[in-house]
């Protein structure tokens, strides 16, 4: 009996490491996400909380929509991200676009923008300190460029999408040489399992 109760706790054992087994596409991160209350595009606070008390996982990523190329690319893979996944998947999940543009990117603004690529992506934005305190949280860069284009300026900003589990934790980071629509949504999909 002795014995077969020592079997019985290793097949366990040896079952929960094979189920916790997944080699992660994203960068492993692994740290509490900030919970920030900003203004959605259709003038709204909200907070990181609301989505994740749903049980849903979210995309995050910091962006302006005057962006010429990385945040059209970043939206677009989000969304290609979701077509991977199954709809019930889908549900589950919800992408957040925090602009770091606040002067330019009013919400009406962001109402035709970032719905665009997705209609259930939400645009968010705040005050230059809401702004910069998210940034620092999540350690998003982003800086003013004079001069660059012609709407007056560029901003440089951190092109990483998040991935933050419905537990509050910054799950995984999706750099852009990690952001293949297909993988991310693996990832996510054993995530929302597990």
């Known amino acids: 009996m002795k ?11 040896l079952l929960a490491s094979c189920k916790r087994q997944h080699e992660y596409y994203g960068h ?21 909380s609301d989505f994740t ?3 849903k996982a979210v995309l995050l990523f910091f962006g302006y929509t005057h962006c010429p190329d990385v945040c059209p690319m970043a939206l677009e893979t989000m969304a290609k991200t979701m077509k991977y996944l199954k709809p019930e998947e889908a549900q589950r999940v919800q992408v957040l676009f925090i602009s ?20 259930t ?8 300190e809401e702004i910069k305190k998210v940034a620092k949280e999540y350690k998003a860069y982003y800086r ?3 001069g660059e284009s012609a709407g007056g300026y ?26 293949d629509p297909e993988k991310m949504a693996e990832d996510i999909r054993f995530l929302l399992r597990n």
């Not at 014995?3 to 054992?13: C, D, N, V």
């Not at 645009?123 to 230059?128: F, M, P, V, W």
């Not at 440089?156 to 750099?175: G, M, N, R």
């Open 3 to 13: 014995k077969l109760t020592i079997l019985i706790l290793l097949f366990s054992f």
């Open 28 to 48: 492993y991160f692994d740290q509490p996400a900030y919970d920030f209350e900003l203004t959605d595009h259709d003038g709204k606070r909200l907070k990181l």
């Open 53 to 55: 008390k749903q049980g």
């Open 100 to 119: 770091v543009d606040p002067e330019r990117d009013t919400s009406e603004v962001l109402k035709g923008y970032v719905p665009y690529f997705n209609p």
């Open 121 to 128: 992506f939400i645009g968010l934005r705040g005050s230059e």
């Open 144 to 146: 003013r460029v004079e």
């Open 154 to 179: 560029l901003i440089d900003h951190t092109a990483t999408i998040y991935l933050i589990t419905p537990d509050k934790k910054i799950k995984l980071l999706f750099t852009p040489s990690k952001q």
